[in-house]
């Protein structure tokens, strides 16, 4: 039986880390960290062609990418199962809401985006509450 996790910041801190510790995957936005990074991932200069470009300076083994989408779309599914629950709905709306400024911008939709939620997914008395929790954060 799965768990929830104690707070969406501790699945988000999960869910970072496993991508972090991802075997396959490395950054670089310069031609230096470029070849330190094909050393991470074993491959010498003149195998690039084994690397699949993510963007904004992700790269990663064409062999792992498919590894990737599937640990991607797993943080996915437990991050919806979490959100089923109330509680867990509102300490990640409060949480994105208050990362995304919504108390200067007033806009709720970059956090809902970060939830991968729409609007009518979410009841609106935790709406509202969230809203006005995120509005005390800033």
Do not use: C
């Amino acid at each position: 039986m799965k768990t929830h996790a104690k707070n969406y910041r501790s699945l988000k801190t999960k869910h970072q880390q496993s991508i972090e510790d991802f075997e396959g995957i490395f950054y670089a936005f310069t031609n230096e960290q470029f070849k330190e990074g094909l050393k991470k991932v074993n491959l010498s200069e003149g195998e690039e062609n084994k690397l699949f470009k993510l963007g904004s300076g992700s790269f990663i083994l064409k062999d792992r990418k498919k590894d990737l989408e599937n640990l991607v779309l797993s943080n996915k599914k437990e991050l919806r199962e979490n959100l089923k629950d109330e509680k867990f709905l509102l300490d990640a709306l409060r949480y994105e809401l208050s990362n995304h400024e919504y108390s200067y911008s007033g806009d709720i939709y970059p956090a809902l985006d970060a939830l991968f939620l729409k609007l009518e997914d979410i009841p609106s008395e935790i709406l509202r509450e969230a809203k006005r929790m995120a509005s005390l954060d800033e």
